[in-house]
């Protein structure tokens, strides 16, 4: 059981240039969010989605774009990266649950550097 | 919104010792709330979770009551190990807000032999 993959683990950009960072859940769950995390910061929400085809912008959307087309598949594409943009980005999925949302379940985490 | 607050780090105890992270919560909901574990180099994992006012969660000799009354979400060890030297988060889902988490900032504890 893989859980949530995340892809590639580590990746270095130059500035304007696109990518997309791949996250693969093989639970079959619902919900699933892309994060970001800073130093001091904590993990702050950039897109969520509570099932395939919808999707909805969290706390710091603005530069990435996400789609869901299958349950088990959620990417983060970034248009035009910008130095502000280098952190640790994490997925995670998780499902609803009696009294509210279950567990989330993390990925190993995407560290992105943008020079 | 939501928000959690919760005491910034580092934390710095022998081993032994006893850890107490305090955690603060707003919302306008009914949460859920959570305390998740980040080892280096390492994703989130759950530590302990609550569902419901005086809910205590209790994992791996960690421990944190649901206290509605205060907003609070405390997390607790009675005796830490080495091993315990992580980042910790306190987190709530709230169902009125589409079930997203909001995390607070994080805690960097470091247990000394």
């Known amino acids: 059981n893989a859980g949530v993959t995340q892809t590639p683990k580590f990746q270095v950009l130059k500035t304007g240039q696109s990518m997309t960072l791949q996250c693969a859940q093989d639970m079959n769950h619902e919900y699933m969010s892309w994060y970001r995390q800073d130093p001091g910061m904590g993990l702050r929400l950039i897109h969520y989605s509570v099932g395939a085809g919808i999707t909805d912008q969290g706390e710091v959307p603005n530069g990435y774009n996400v789609s869901r087309s299958t349950t088990e598949d959620f990417p983060l594409r970034l248009l035009s990266a910008a130095p502000s943009q280098t952190s640790v980005y994490f997925c995670?999925?998780?499902?609803?649950?009696?009294?509210?949302?279950?567990?989330?379940?993390f990925g190993q985490g995407t560290r992105l550097t943008v020079v | 919104g939501d928000s959690v607050t919760q005491m910034e780090g580092p934390v710095t105890l022998s081993e032994e010792a006893f850890l107490t992270i305090n955690c603060t919560y707003t919302t306008t909901g009914y949460p859920s709330l959570f305390w998740y574990v980040q080892y280096p180099g390492e994703g989130l994992q759950l530590l302990l979770k609550?569902?419901?006012?005086?809910d205590k969660g209790s994992n791996k000799g960690f421990e944190a009551t649901y206290r509605k009354e205060t907003t609070s979400f405390h997390l607790e060890k009675g005796s830490v190990q080495v091993s315990d030297s992580a980042v910790y988060f306190c987190a709530l889902s709230d169902r009125a807000a589409g079930n997203k988490l909001t995390f607070g900032g994080g805690t960097r504890v470091l247990v000394k032999p």
């Open positions: 995670a999925s998780s499902y609803s649950a009696l009294g509210g949302l279950a567990e989330a379940f």
């Open positions: 609550a569902t419901k006012a005086d």
